[in-house]
T-cell receptor, first 117, second 113 residues
Framework: GAVVSQHPSWVICKSGTSVKIECRSLDFQATTMFWYRQFPKQSLMLMATSNEGSKATYEQGVEKDKFLINHASLTLSTLTVTSAHPEDSSFYIC?????????????FGSGTRLTVV | AQKVTQAQTEISVVEKEDVTLDCVYETRDTTYYLFWYKQPPSGELVFLIRRNSFDEQNEISGRYSWNFQKSTSSFNFTITASQVVDSAVYFCALRSSASKIIFGSGTRLSIRP
């Protein structure tokens, strides 16, 4: 089945630094990927839709300059949290749309737990 | 607007009991897809089922069953003879024409031995 690899699985960074999270589709090409954020004991909130070769579409209230998304190839999307602050600490999950499998269609990465100290 | 409501925040039952997780959705689209995902403490999302809006047949997979009723905009999930390993957070989700998946707030299920 479709596999999405997300790295790192966890990261601790100092306030003010930037962190990059990678989302790779291992055995399929993903023209569209999605980035979600999940605070403790809360639901997954869609942050943005990443489209290969074009600008990402951000959900209302998500700062584009804070959360930089790059989808430069059909198998890789990256989320960079710039100038991270403690309030950015969260669980980030990516999802890729696999057009080969209309039955399922969406495969999720294993998530990245970001802690900003 | 799309919306998924999971009114049950937490459920706790004793092992071997049956438990039903409720999901109510809102969408103006005629074509849409509904999902259930399981999220264990490790955090990854485990896909359980996908149902499209034209298929109202109920489905059973082992101890799991799903009841889809368009008339009430509900897509409920039942676990029969629950086990401790079923303890997790369960999310109902909706995907419509915009291609993005919107999640409900989740139901935390605890199965006590």
């Amino acid at each position: 089945g479709a596999v999405v690899s997300q790295h790192p699985s966890w990261v601790i960074c100092k306030s003010g630094t930037s962190v990059k999270i990678e989302c790779r589709s291992l055995d399929f090409q993903a023209t569209t990927m999605f980035w979600y954020r999940q605070f403790p004991k809360q639901s997954l909130m869609l942050m943005a839709t990443s489209n290969e070769g074009s600008k990402a579409t951000y959900e209302q209230g998500v700062e584009k300059d804070k959360f930089l998304i790059n989808h430069a190839s059909l198998t890789l999307s990256t989320l960079t949290v710039t100038s991270a602050h403690p309030e950015d600490s969260s669980f980030y999950i990516c999802s890729a749309r696999d057009l080969r499998e209309p039955t399922y269609g969406y495969t999720f990465g294993s998530g990245t737990r970001l802690t900003v100290v | 607007a799309q919306k998924v409501t999971q009114a049950q925040t937490e459920i706790s039952v004793v092992e071997k009991e049956d438990v039903t997780l409720d999901c109510v959705y809102e969408t103006r689209d005629t074509t849409y897809y509904l999902f259930w995902y399981k999220q264990p403490p490790s955090g990854e999302l485990v896909f359980l089922i996908r149902r499209n809006s034209f298929d109202e047949q109920n489905e059973i997979s082992g101890r799991y069953s799903w009841n889809f009723q368009k008339s009430t905009s509900s897509f409920n999930f039942t676990i029969t003879a629950s086990q401790v390993v079923d303890s997790a957070v369960y999310f109902c989700a909706l995907r419509s024409s915009a291609s993005k998946i919107i999640f409900g707030s989740g139901t935390r299920l605890s199965i006590r031995p």
